[in-house]
């Protein structure tokens, strides 16, 4: 079926450690890419997205994805986590012009102080 | 950036009765708006897309005489839940999408039925 897939459900990192969240989908066709964040408490926020170009994209806080259409991934990364980057993170493919999206099944991140 | 309100934030209701749940685009007209569900530590399931002036378009799966979608503006869609049941208990959650196809998400709303 087709689908999201966010492998790394829990992922618990050190401060200053480096983040890749992984973020694969079944989908043929042009697709368009996310990547939204949810804090604790709060509404999910986009962190980045990719229609088309540069395959490499940055968003904000530092965060930034790379699309490798021969992998049909998407994943998230980040240099040096701060313990604000705790939050659970969902990656989504919107596949046509309905502009729906797919999310995936969410990543919580706990950066420990 | 622009910004998406969800009332009421928390609502508990009895089984058998009918709750309504209101998504606003403050700053900006949203000609789709879109529901989902999310259940406890999972991930965001589309329920529909509501578009303005038409009928709301359902995921498979989704009961549409049971969740009522209405979009009477260009900047409120309600979802009604109707005979709701224990199992309708969930985290709904709105968003909102401008002429440049970025989604702003609601707050949520969270349904308890008891």
């Known amino acids: 079926a087709q689908s999201v897939s966010q492998h790394n459900h829990h992922v618990i990192l050190s401060e200053a450690a480096s983040l890749e969240l992984g973020c694969n989908y079944s989908?043929?066709?042009?697709?368009?890419l996310f990547w939204y964040v949810q804090y604790p408490g709060q509404h999910l926020q986009l962190l980045l997205k990719?229609?088309?170009?540069?395959?490499l994209v940055k968003g904000i806080k530092g965060f930034e994805a790379e699309f490798i259409k021969s992998k049909f991934s998407f994943n998230l990364r980040k240099p040096s986590v701060q313990w604000s980057d705790t939050a659970e993170y969902f990656c989504a493919v919107q596949k046509d012009s309905s502009y729906k999206l797919i999310f995936g099944s969410g990543t919580r991140l706990l950066v420990r102080p | 950036g622009a910004v998406v309100s969800q009332h009421p934030s928390w609502v508990i209701c009895k089984s058998g009765t009918s709750v309504k749940i209101e998504c606003r685009s403050l700053?900006?007209?949203?000609?789709?708006m879109f529901w989902y569900r999310q259940f406890p530590k999972q991930s965001l399931m589309l329920m529909a897309t509501s578009n303005e002036g038409s009928k709301a378009t359902y995921e498979q799966g989704v009961e549409k005489d049971k969740f009522l979608i209405n979009h009477a503006s260009l900047t409120l869609s309600t979802l009604t839940v109707t005979s709701a049941h224990p199992e309708d208990s969930s985290f709904y959650i709105c968003?909102?999408?401008?002429?440049?196809?970025?989604?702003?998400f609601g707050p949520g709303t969270r349904l308890t039925v008891t």
């Open positions: 700053d900006f007209q949203a000609t789709t």
């Open positions: 968003s909102a999408r401008d002429r440049v196809n970025e989604q702003y």
């Open positions: 990719y229609f088309s170009g540069d395959p």
């Open positions: 989908y043929g066709g042009t697709v368009n």
